[in-house]
């Protein structure tokens, strides 16, 4: 990890180690039964260490560069480890093991906590060779969406999603231990729009990975935000990464298409347009899965992955939002997310491309 050339005012940090006892308040509620007391907090300047439990000064410290250069998750999994070695010496009272010793493994192993002694936190699923197969005849199946031909295209586009299902359902019924992981997608927002919210329920129903809105402090702003994790196995991961992308680009692209066909010069109807496209390619999609179901290929869901998303958030909320559905500007954009086909090749930000799936791991 490389130091930041950005600097943070005296009150940026203050309200950023404010930050950092808020989310260990949360892990020792949420992982500890609240076990633990309030300990000390503190920035340090290595960028050798990204954090440390100092046991005679019942201090955590995190390192300030890793504040500054890396998103708010990665400091919540750095906390999540220092957390652990906090329980370990002052509950657990086990101090003649090495640190990175059996007491701590376990306890982290059983919270699903990175138990790594050095690095970046990384999560624990891998591609193996079987599944960078299914991606690349993925990829190539996206590629042929691209056909001007709209039943061709169509066509292609419901074989990529048949394949995922059948791989999906050939490691479920193995039973074999599979790996799992999370992502944070998107940049963190202070408002999580009805089309976001759209978003979230077609990758979670239709991309077999499991998906939550999770807190986090925006380091440079000063104020809380909100990010959208995805858990799953690393091929659903990368596809509902590719999957948000893509969607989130789309619907923009036809919100401009839309509003210059219809000569609109302001952006009252944007939320609501967009809304109408995330509903209407869902619809699209559930029509679809009826006809994979007539196959016989049903999704029923992944306790493993289940499981591992319990270990992650033990305690989740479900919240109720009411939508802008029956406005004409919804209206349009549902029949316009109708007619998306997920294909290869979508409009990225100035200056870059997006490749297919990432970079294989």
Known sequence: M??????????????????????WFEI????FAHALRPPAFALSDTVVRLGRWVSGERTIEISRP???AQPWGVVVE???????????????????????????RRVSSERGFDARAAGMPAPPGARDAATERVLERVAKLLALA????????QAAMNAAQRLMLK??????????????????????????????RLLVSILGEFFFVEVIWVPVWRVLEGQRGTVLEVCGTPENVALADYVHHFLTHTSERLWREHKRAAGLRGNTDRRAYLAGVMAGFRE??????????AEGLVWVGDPQLEGFFRTRHPRTRVRRHTGSAGTPAHADGRAAGR???????IEAAPGGQRGLLGPKR
């Open 146 to 153: 691209g056909s001007p031909n709209e039943h061709e295209a």
């Open 284 to 293: 699209k999609l559930d029509d679809e899965r009826r006809g994979k179901q």
């Open 339 to 345: 007619e998306i086909v997920l294909r290869r090749g």
């Open 2 to 23: 490389t130091t930041p050339t950005v600097q943070l005012d005296v009150e940026l940090e203050q309200l950023a180690l404010r930050a950092v006892r808020n989310a």
């Open 28 to 31: 020792n509620g949420s992982y």
């Open 78 to 104: 750095v906390l999540k480890h220092e957390v652990a070695h906090q329980f370990v010496d002052e509950v657990l009272q086990v101090r003649d093991d090495a640190a990175h010793g059996a007491a701590f």
């Open 167 to 196: 791989h999906n359902l050939e490691r479920v019924r193995s039973g074999a231990r599979r790996g799992f992981e999370f992502k944070h997608l998107g940049d963190p927002t202070g408002r999580v729009g009805e089309a976001a």
């Open 66 to 68: 890793l504040l500054l």
